[in-house]
């Protein structure tokens, strides 16, 4: 499985690239422009990711901007929703507000943060991905 990981905090992004790891290829971006610009590069080398695992918290472009992104180039591709990438946004914001525009904007699961291993363990066999 090839997975994306967007986190700008190095605790947190060096845990997270650490915990992903053992499920599969996973590289690392800062913000969501990165991470936009490394989906993209996947996609046009045929390589795609499976998994993105976006903060929502960023410099330079934030993790619904990076979703819209990414979402945006699948669309422009014509990938349908089955073959689309999965997308779990992990962030601090548990408001209901940020978890419905997340869902809005195609995430497939929404993570609080500080992460769960075990919540997001399940959450990624959930998808299949586990």
């Keep these: 499985m090839r997975i994306l990981l967007a986190e700008d905090d190095f605790v947190t992004r060096k845990f997270m690239a650490n915990f992903l790891s053992k499920y599969g290829e996973c590289d690392v971006t800062v913000d969501g422009m990165e991470a936009v610009d490394a989906f ?3 996609m046009e080398d045929g390589e795609p990711y499976d998994l993105v695992c976006l903060d929502i918290m960023m410099p330079v472009m934030d993790g619904y901007q ?5 979402r945006n180039l699948e ?3 014509g990938i349908p929703d089955d073959k689309a990438a999965k997308v ?3 962030t601090a914001l548990n408001d209901e507000k940020n ?3 997340a869902f809005d904007l195609g ?3 929404y993570s609080g943060k500080p992460i769960n291993q075990e919540r997001f363990e399940q959450a ?3 998808l299949g991905l586990a």
């Design 88 to 90: 779990i946004m992990a």
């Design 124 to 126: 990624l066999k959930k």
């Design 107 to 109: 995430c497939t699961i």
């Design 66 to 70: 990076a979703l819209m992104g990414i």
């Design 40 to 42: 993209m590069m996947a």
């Design 99 to 101: 978890v419905k525009m």
């Design 75 to 77: 669309k422009e591709r």
